[in-house]
């Protein structure tokens, strides 16, 4: 088969692999019907992940169908469509019982992570891919849910609404700042109405992308470059700031704006993946009664969301900007990593 293999810091191509095989009784392999590409697909290639060693696999989301299956998976057969979730859950350790398999102890005992898909094994950026713990991890595809929608439950429709809406506390009537408006901030967007807020301000460094932020169910937009930009979103609220400060940056300009934002008893939910330290404020936020939350999706809410786009309640198939063939995998990197000039946000990669 094909796929795209890491070869170091900067360096990918698309490479004739073996076909992946079953290796434990609990996998299955999947021919993978569509991929896409993930931020944290960048990271790695930048050589900020040095757990993914060269002559893996990337890729972490995706669907297609199961080809074969281990002789102790038992809720799938050969033939099904099915989402492969961005978490691995073993579904017995400790931290699969607490509902956080985020931390899943399965695979990797000394960290504890479920992200192990195009990270500690071969990804989902291929032909075939070899899906472990099935069971719990793979998504059969309900009717009415496109394809373009499909490929956004592996990944970022859970992380938006785990980590930004969930972690957040979102409530009815809640003033909620979205920061940033990429794919994960949208989707935070997007899921946040399930709560009901009365107003999402859309937060973003680019014009395009704040007016973006409506279709997707923003109410209003700041482009925070600007000067002014902090007293206008104060005055979008009461002037005591927002209930709910969603960071989906990862950069300290980001998260510190989200602190000066939040208003006393309310959360600054950080979603952004950072890589450098951020100035945490305590002299001024010690008093606040503010919360901040942080984590990794578990994905445990992805049967749920699967049942709202199944239904039309949610409608994530806008989120896929460009399409392309496997073959030109390289050419949807090039498109994704320039996301600010191609106004990419989920690139499908389809057979
Ligand atoms: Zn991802
Ligand atoms: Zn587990």
Redesign the pocket.
């Known amino acids: 088969m094909r796929a795209l293999v890491y070869h170091g810091p900067g360096q990918k191509s698309w490479d004739e692999v073996p076909d992946p095989t079953i290796r434990d009784a609990t996998d299955v392999i999947v021919r993978m019907d569509a991929t896409?590409i993930?931020?944290?697909?960048l990271h790695i290639l930048k050589g900020d992940v040095p757990a993914v060693t060269p002559g893996h696999i990337l890729g972490?989301?995706g669907f297609g169908t199961v080809t074969e299956i281990g002789p102790a998976v038992s809720t799938l057969v050969p033939g099904d469509r099915v989402i492969i979730s961005?978490i691995t859950s073993c579904g017995s350790c400790s931290y699969c019982h607490q509902r956080l398999p985020a931390h899943c102890l399965a695979s990797d005992g000394a960290s504890g992570i479920g992200w192990i898909l195009g990270h500690l094994i071969d990804g989902t950026q291929a032909e075939y891919v070899r899906a472990p713990f099935a069971d719990n991890s793979l998504h059969k595809i309900p009717d009415g849910v496109s394809d373009d929608a499909a490929l956004t439950l592996?990944?970022?429709l859970p992380?938006g609404f785990e980590i930004g809406v969930r972690n957040g506390r979102v409530k009815p009537g809640d003033v909620l700042a979205v920061i940033g408006t990429g794919p994960v901030g949208l989707a935070a967007t997007m899921t946040a109405s399930l709560y009901g807020p009365s107003r999402v301000i859309a937060v973003d460094i680019d014009d395009n992308r704040v007016e973006q932020a409506r279709r997707f169910g923003a109410t209003d937009g700041v482009n925070s470059s600007r000067t002014g930009s902090k007293d206008r979103i104060l005055g979008m609220t009461d002037g005591l700031g927002v209930d709910v400060a969603i960071e989906a940056v990862g950069v300290p300009e980001s998260f510190e704006l989200a602190t000066e934002l939040v208003r006393p008893g309310g959360t600054v939910a950080n979603v952004g993946v950072h890589g450098r330290s951020v100035e945490l404020r305590l002299q001024d936020l010690w008093i606040k009664d503010i919360a901040i939350t942080t984590g990794l999706v578990s994905a445990t809410t992805t049967p749920m969301l699967l049942k709202l786009v199944a239904q039309g309640m949610l409608r994530p198939d806008q989120f896929v900007s460009h399409h392309f063939r496997f073959d030109a995998i390289l050419d949807a990197y090039a498109t994704f990593a320039r996301a600010a000039d191609t106004k990419a946000l989920k690139v499908a990669i389809t057979r």
């Open positions: 896409t993930c931020g944290t697909d972490h989301e961005c592996s990944d970022i992380t």
